[in-house]
């Protein structure tokens, strides 16, 4: 469920109609392919002010959605997300620049499984039909974080680069 995603680039506010946030990583040789179902993002974007945009995302790891519940249930465990310990990823956003025509970089900090790094964004803005989308693609590196530690760190049978995809759609 998406909840309290704001956007004021027209001095109105937005929210969310729909959004999601889907990943791709490889196993041996083999793209993987999943989402979260339940995610939180409080945002505001103004083009004319980015010094007091932010985007402050949250994601409820429990609600992890792959091929099969076998694989579900392994990477909730201690090795993979612990979601016990840490059943939350969070990304809140220190910086939001302008790179071209309706592109940005947002930087910030991503904690995951209790490990916090820099994080670059790219952020693409789209105006169609009367509403507006916001939508990236960046790469993660699961060892930066302690996903699929022990036997699971080697990146010969899973890689350790994972393609993140994100895409809401907003209404006024």
């Known amino acids: ?8 680039a027209q001095s ?3 929210t969310v109609g729909t959004g999601q946030i889907t990943f791709t990583g490889t196993q041996m040789g083999a793209p993987v392919q999943g989402n979260f179902r339940k995610f939180s993002a409080d945002l505001h974007f103004d083009a ?3 010094p007091h945009s932010y985007a402050h995302i949250t994601i409820d790891l429990t609600s992890i959605d792959l091929t099969s519940e076998e694989s579900e249930d392994e990477i ?8 016990q310990s840490f059943p939350q990823a969070h990304f809140d956003s220190s910086e939001i620049q302008i ?7 947002v ?20 105006y169609d039909h009367g509403g507006r989308s916001a939508q990236g693609r960046f790469i ?4 930066d974080f302690g996903v699929g530690d022990g ?6 049978t899973v890689a350790d680069e994972v393609t993140v995809d994100y895409r809401f759609t907003l209404i006024p």
Do not use: C
Request: no cysteine; glycine share 6%; aromatic share 12%.
């Open 99 to 105: 790179v071209g025509l309706n592109q940005y970089l």
């Open 107 to 126: 930087s910030g900090l991503f904690q995951l499984k209790g490990i916090s790094k820099p994080l670059r964004i790219p952020l693409k803005m789209s």
């Open 76 to 83: 909730k465990g201690k090795h993979w997300f612990n979601i």
């Open 48 to 50: 004319r002010d980015l």
């Open 1 to 8: 469920m998406v909840t309290s995603l704001f956007f004021s």
């Open 12 to 14: 109105k506010a937005e």
């Open 151 to 156: 036997t699971w760190s080697a990146t010969d």
């Open 140 to 143: 993660l590196k699961r060892n």
